[in-house]
Each structure stands twice: as structure tokens, then as C-alpha cells.
């Protein structure tokens, strides 16, 4: 069955960085495109970031563009988002989230990692 | 990228029809078929209810169904049920090759 699993959240400084990964499994990975989609506590969901499945395109948000860069690898399955200065307005659960070719839809989201970022 | 607009909740006794709107412009909602609907219970992760403006994906119940005039998509959900109850969020791939969501709707049930 599909999986998506996040890591490497946490609690992080202002200013700082912090690389979210996304092992994905019960799926041919580099079939698909993948998306981060984030949502801050108690707040709706916010798309964050694109990556097509050969990495041949990467699109942002504008409220991440130029600090947040996606990423994948497609050897191990795993899908990446390298986050850098860092505000308290990007504290929210960060959602792994699987596309469907040509779909423009979501069909798979991972249970979600949360990143908290606090002095 | 500025966000959809959605009501904010919207309420309904048990076996009534309500339904959602999802408001954005030609760049995304009105020019593309991609819209989508996504319920979530509080504490979980998103579940894709309507895809492709209209369809459905397997084990959905039928009571859901998708729709889009314009600018505007709408969800309805018929038969409302108490498992119904949760929070529900448009999304559009828009002209910049980015997606967009809407704010979300509170469902209640009454």
C-alpha cells in the first residue's frame, strides 16, 4: 500500500534551517509528482511547493520562494524540502503529499510532520 | 496566490443537502478542469473526496458530488450524516503552474 512517511521536524530557531524528508513506498516514485503542503495550527492548508517526477520542474509558493528549495531523490525514494530562514509564520504540520500524473489532484498525503519555530 | 474564497462553515441537519462554494478567478478555478475537494477530521490528514471538478474516486460515498460554474466550484454533500462533520478545502492548479487552496469550510452537523 502507498505510504508517505515525514521526518525532521521540530522545534527551530527564527533565522534558521531546518530539511524536512519524505520516504515514500508501496508506489513506483519516480512516476509522480510530489507537492509539500503545510497547514499552521488551526489554519486551513497552504500549498507550498511542486517537484515533477524527473525533477525537471520546481515551482514555490510566493510566501516560501527564494528560502525554501524541494527536492528528491528518486534512487532512494525520498522526497525533500530544505527550508531556511526561518519565521514563526512557517510554523505548521508539513504534509508529503503524492500528485496524480497529468491529475492536478492529491491522492496521497502523508500523516504530517510539524516544525515549530520558537526562541 | 492569493487563496480561494470559501465560507467559512456551514451547517446542516441530518439528511439535508448543504453545499460548498469555492470562489477564485479565469487564472485558476474558471480555467482549468483541476479542481479538487479534500475533507479532514481534526488531527488527521486531508482525504481527496472530488477530483477533476466532478469525479470521484473509489470508496467515496455518492452522496458527495462535485460542480463548477465560471469562477465558482461547489461540493454538495446530500444525505447529510454525522461522519460528514469536518473541515472541507477546494484546491485549483492555477496559471502558475502552482496550486492553490481555498480557506475551508466547517462542516456541522446539527
Known amino acids: 500500500q502507498v505510504q508517505l512517511v515525514e521526518s525532521g521536524g521540530g522545534v527551530i530557531q527564527p533565522g534558521r534551517s531546518l530539511r524536512l524528508s519524505c520516504a515514500a513506498s508501496?508506489?513506483?516514485?519516480?512516476?509522480?509528482?510530489m507537492h509539500w503542503v503545510r497547514q499552521a495550527p488551526g489554519k486551513g492548508l497552504e500549498w507550498v511547493a511542486v517537484?515533477?517526477?524527473?525533477?525537471?520542474?520546481?515551482y514555490y509558493a510566493d510566501s516560501v520562494k527564494g528560502r525554501f528549495t524541494i527536492s528528491r531523490d528518486n534512487s532512494r525514494d525520498t522526497l525533500y524540502l530544505q527550508m531556511s530562514s526561518l519565521t514563526a509564520e512557517d510554523t505548521a504540520v508539513y504534509y508529503c503529499?503524492?500528485?496524480?500524473?497529468?491529475?492536478?489532484?492529491?491522492?496521497?498525503w502523508g500523516q504530517g510532520t510539524l516544525v515549530t519555530v520558537s526562541s | 496566490q492569493s487563496a480561494l474564497t470559501q465560507p467559512a462553515s456551514v451547517s446542516g441537519s441530518p439528511g439535508q443537502s448543504i453545499t460548498i462554494s469555492c470562489t477564485g478567478t479565469?487564472?485558476?478555478?474558471?480555467?482549468?478542469?483541476?479542481v479538487s475537494w479534500y475533507q479532514q477530521h481534526p488531527g488527521k490528514a486531508p482525504k481527496l473526496m472530488i477530483y477533476?471538478?466532478?469525479n470521484r474516486p473509489s470508496g467515496v460515498s455518492y452522496r458527495f458530488s462535485g460542480s463548477k460554474s465560471g469562477n465558482t466550484a461547489s461540493l454538495t454533500i446530500s444525505g447529510l450524516q454525522a461522519e460528514d462533520e469536518a473541515d472541507y478545502y477546494c484546491?485549483?492548479?492555477?496559471?502558475?503552474?502552482?496550486?492553490?487552496f481555498g480557506g475551508g469550510t466547517k462542516v456541522t452537523v446539527l
Open positions: 479565469s487564472s485558476d478555478v474558471g480555467g482549468y478542469k483541476y
Open positions: 517537484i515533477w517526477y524527473d525533477e525537471s520542474n520546481k
Open positions: 484546491s485549483s492548479y492555477t496559471s502558475s503552474s502552482t496550486w492553490v
Open positions: 477533476e471538478v466532478r
Open positions: 508501496g508506489f513506483v516514485f519516480s512516476n509522480y509528482g
Open positions: 503529499v503524492r500528485e496524480i500524473p497529468s491529475g492536478g489532484y492529491f491522492d496521497y
